[in-house]
């Protein structure tokens, strides 16, 4: 009887932590990458991306925080989802966790990129070698290369959604609704940011595929969080 109540109290922590965490990194990402990086970086456009960040450095190291704030809740996350879904399947819980803790790995070599471009946008000595051109053209390649290796990544985050979304639609514990929408996450996931990485040039393509799984991409993590901080 002690054991089971040690475990229901475990489980019911890991569920609460998972679930902050989860909200957490949906507010941060909303802010980072909805909200600033939007606004600052524009596609095709080194000149009025330098001068966004030029004039907006504080806001740029805003979002880089933000980042980092996401990258130790998805580290956070991946545990407490390990601990959680434990008993319902071992192995594709561990599994699951390893390939987020992959996912957080890659995501924070991309976080590196966003860093070296905030110091191309201060008044180092070293960058007076370079024409201003030069300076726009490499901040604008190290933030791509943030947007290139953060897809690559999101293609392993969409493998760890296809087992947590398994291992919830199979449990009689988690409602089938989240198990469905985790499922159809993981696919829009993969399906998109290997379509970035390999099918670059289809952008109408991709904006489509974009729109189709929006809803589920969404809502799936997010609504599981919410229903892990209700549990």
Do not use: C
């Amino acid at each position: 009887m002690a054991i089971s109540v040690k475990e229901r109290s475990n489980e019911r922590q890991s569920a609460f932590t998972a679930g902050i965490s989860l909200i957490i990194m949906a507010l941060a990402s909303f802010f980072s990458y909805g909200f600033v990086h939007g606004s600052l970086v524009v596609k095709g456009d080194a000149g009025t991306t330098f001068n966004n960040i030029m004039s907006s450095t504080s806001l740029f190291k805003a979002e880089i925080f933000g980042w980092v704030i996401i990258l130790i809740s998805d580290i956070i996350v991946a545990w407490a989802l390990y601990i959680f879904m434990k008993p319902m399947n071992t192995t594709l819980s561990l599994l699951g966790a390893w390939l987020r803790l992959t996912y957080s790995t890659i995501l924070g070599m991309a976080i590196l990129n966003l860093i070296v471009a905030l110091h191309l946008s201060g008044p180092a000595t070293y960058l007076a070698s370079f024409s201003m051109e030069q300076i726009q053209s490499l901040m604008m390649l190290f933030l791509e290369a943030f947007e290139s290796i953060w897809s690559i990544g999101l293609v392993v985050f969409g493998g760890h959604l296809l087992i947590v979304g398994y291992v919830a639609f199979k449990s009689d514990r988690i409602p089938k609704a989240i198990g469905i929408l985790l499922l159809l996450a993981a696919i829009g996931y993969m399906v998109i940011h290997l379509s970035k990485t390999f099918l670059s040039p289809y952008d109408g393509a991709i904006a489509i595929l974009n729109l189709v799984f929006a809803i589920p991409m969404i809502t799936g993590e997010l609504g599981f969080g919410i229903w892990l901080l209700l549990r």
